[in-house]
T-cell receptor
Framework: EPEVTQTPSHQVTQMGQEVILRCVPISNHLYFYWYRQILGQKVEFLVSFYNNEISEKSEIFDDQFSVERPDGSNFTLKIRSTKLEDSAMYFC????????????FGSGTRLTVV | AQSVTQLDSQVPVFEEAPVELRCNYSSSVSVYLFWYVQYPNQGLQLLLKYLSGSTLVKGINGFEAEFNKSQTSFHLRKPSVHISDTAEYFCAVIRGTSYDKVIFGPGTSLSVIP
């Protein structure tokens, strides 16, 4: 069964550093998403991306965050200057099209900011 | 705006006993309903979904859920739990637009006691 792949599985970074989280969505999917789960809390929507532009973003997704699909396979989330409160599990997800409700989530990247 | 409530943050249950995890939602528009499971240190896996049709939906691992529009509920049930069902369970909704963001509930931690 096709998978959404996220790398790395765990990343530790120092406060103030830039970090890039990488995702490879399922190859024929068209809509891409990032979600965040702070430890012990619920999963929160960050941003959706379609046709090479942001479709929607949450209030969490401020100027420190950006997303990019640099080539035909990768989908990245960049945090420009990490803060302690950015420590969380970040999930990438993708779906095929507007008629498919089968979101596929990646296994996540645990980001620890020290 | 949509919201999802999971009244029970933790549910301990003995092995082979039945379990029900409760989920209520609020929305001014039609929604699609989902249950996801997150095993320790893993990603999100879709258990089942309700899009339309029969209000009783069956999912993987012997779980089922019933959509009740009048009570705006989508409770998850399993007649006999196993140790391996120990995990975090998230109820979620998507608005009528199928590529819209997933809104998650706060989660219910199911602990199966041997």
């Amino acid at each position: 069964e096709p998978e959404v792949t996220q790398t790395p599985s765990h990343q530790v970074t120092q406060m103030g550093q830039e970090v890039i989280l990488r995702c490879v969505p399922i190859s024929n999917h068209l809509y891409f998403y990032w979600y965040r789960q702070i430890l012990g809390q619920k999963v929160e929507f960050l941003v959706s991306f379609y046709n090479n532009e942001i479709s929607e973003k949450s209030e969490i997704f401020d100027d420190q965050f950006s997303v990019e699909r640099p080539d035909g396979s990768n989908f990245t989330l960049k945090i420009r200057s990490t803060k302690l409160e950015d420590s969380a599990m970040y999930f990438c997800a993708s779906i095929l099209d507007g008629n498919n409700y089968g979101y596929t989530f990646g296994s996540g990247t645990r980001l620890t900011v020290v | 705006a949509q919201s999802v409530t999971q009244l029970d943050s933790q549910v301990p249950v003995f092995e082979e006993a039945p379990v029900e995890l409760r989920c209520n939602y609020s929305s001014s528009v039609s929604v699609y309903l989902f249950w996801y499971v997150q095993y320790p240190n893993q990603g999100l896996q879709l258990l089942l979904k309700y899009l339309s049709g029969s209000t009783l939906v069956k999912g993987i691992n012997g779980f089922e859920a019933e959509f009740n529009k009048s009570q705006t509920s989508f409770h998850l049930r399993k007649p006999s739990v196993h140790i391996s069902d120990t995990a975090e369970y998230f109820c979620a909704v998507i608005r009528g637009t199928s590529y819209d963001k997933v809104i998650f509930g706060p989660g219910t931690s199911l602990s199966v006691i041997p």
